[in-house]
């Protein structure tokens, strides 16, 4: 019953997503063609805002991209004539997917281990030294850690390459890069909550039981540690996401952040939309699936509409 | 005779009084650790929050005063020393166009730090009215309770925004700039101020101060002005430390891509962005002091964000 609820409330924010986009990008005064009007005759320009619909209603035009939606078309690149928006995320995805994917592996294995590790050395020198670390993470934003990473580990000690892509070596850097501030925010997330662990009962019966150190940190403290942590995967995707803007700026990568950066200078209105609405959809769906994994993952957390 | 002077407990030689200087010894007021360990604890986080303070008031007095110590402008422009390193005249050297690299960090800073403290804030008022009134009509009937679940539902819905996609888009329909960048920044920042408001409130109500007042007829909005806003301003005090960093991370993040501040005005983040294509030609100060200032302001205003929750939150003081 929760799971259907939540359901619709997330197909109800996908569309209140949708229409808010649709009627910000329409706010705007003149249409994509406005800046063309000098250099091209008034019946070409009547020709191509057809091609495009802008000659329709609002309320036509909003309809029709909403019928395209429903089948995935998410419309034609006013900019390139010969791409559409579907084929420049398909073409965008996969290299941004790895990277965050990558970056979001390292973040949560480097961010849980240091918080782990300040946690059991709680007030000790260990501690204060993941915690100066992770203070440093959150400070410092990737877009300044990105050109050091460049000057000094691409171009000064040549372990990687400066930027593009190609091969594996190609994403190391971005993902390091892009992973630094969840990692940061992973570690003190669970240092926290490490240590409201530590306290509990059920850590003082493992410790008495006799088993080692080891196995009561995984088995029973990293377990029980992790569950208010799941909670923060759905921001930590979002920061990946607008992360992958300047990274791919950064390093030349083409992924979708670049296409959708560049799609705002150019003004080319239906990729900013559709970019938009995709990043939403992996949000808004990434959000639903967390909701759903940290039920099934504790069982004290009640699958019912009530509650939270 | 005996019997009713004497009482046969206290005369009984197998019972004494207690002693009570033994009895307050067994309370344990701290963890078993060696009493310098926890002062060394104490001072460091102390003195990581006195660090970002101090850091803080540096950074402030600088980005007011910095650009006038110099006899350059931020924007004036000087063709005949572009790309200085830094020296005794350009203390953080000149940009390609010659400009101070001093006056702009600093003007820079200035910029960030306003729009830092305007959009952190509006968060602020729209964050509390917004999740008190929330918090405080929750339970309170049918009405009560159909307005927390609507306002509950508008936050949940801007929550699963990424925030930043929602500034670019507005910006690219507003005019580039300091005033938009605000607006901009106000208009999803709340969210977050107004979830923690809500459950402090939601939490507070409960207590039976609140409950007595009520009973005596106090006002609504006394109770929430008198009782309840005072009792949550620890928690949002601490929010709030941590808003600011985010305005001015946002800021320098949208104008590095090029969406917020625009030139001849100084932003760190134009001023990294610029740096960019320089950096491997050694003129290493273009990135470095814009740099420096952005992860400085964060650090400061996170070092000191995190003594202040240590010293609301009881808990954390382990």
Known sequence: MYIVKRFFTMLLTLWIIVTLTFLIMHMIPGDPFSNDSKTIPEAVLQNMRARYHLDEPLAVQYALYLKNLLVLDLGPSIQSKTTDVNTLIARGFPPSALLGIQSIVIALIAGIALGTVAALFHKRPLDYISMFIAIIGISVPSFILAPLLIKYAAVQWRLFPVASWGTWQHTILPSLALSVTPLAVIARFMRTSMLDVLQQEYIRTAEAKGLSTWSVVIRHGMRNALIPVLSFIGPLFASVITGTFVIEKIFAIPGIGKYFVDSIFNRDYPVIMGTTIFYSVILVVTLFLIDLSYRIVDPRIKLSSKGD | MKATTTDPITSDPRFTPADRSRLSANRIASPGLPLWKQRTYSIFR?????????????????????????????????????????????????????????????????????????????????????????????????????IDSLLMRIIEILYSIPYLLVIILLLVVMKPGLLTMIIALSITGWVGMARVVRGQILQLKQQEYVLAAQKLGT??????????????????????????????????????????????????GTMANDSLGVILSGQWWRLFFPGLMISLTMFAFNAFGDGLQDAFDPRSNR
Request: aromatic share 8%.
């Open chain 2, 219 to 268: 006002s609504h909005a006394k109770i929430i002005f008198r009782h309840l806003l005072p009792n949550a301003a620890g928690i949002i005090i601490v929010n709030l430390t941590f808003t600011i960093p985010s305005a001015i991370f946002s800021e320098s993040f949208l104008s590095f891509l090029g969406l917020g501040i625009q030139s001849p005005i100084a932003s760190l």
């Open chain 2, 46 to 146: 102390h003195r990581l929050s006195l660090l970002g303070l101090l850091l803080l008031v540096v950074i402030i007095a600088l980005a007011l005063v910095g650009p006038l110590l110099v006899p350059y402008s931020p924007s004036s422009q000087s063709l005949l020393k572009t790309n200085l390193p830094p020296s005794a005249d350009h203390w953080f050297g000149t940009d390609d166009l010659g400009r101070d690299m001093w006056a702009r960090t600093w003007s820079g800073a200035r910029i960030s730090l306003l729009i830092g403290f305007t959009a952190a804030a509006i968060d602020l008022v729209l964050g509390v009215l917004i999740g008190g009134i929330a918090g405080y009509c929750a339970g309170k009937g049918r009405t009560g309770d159909r």
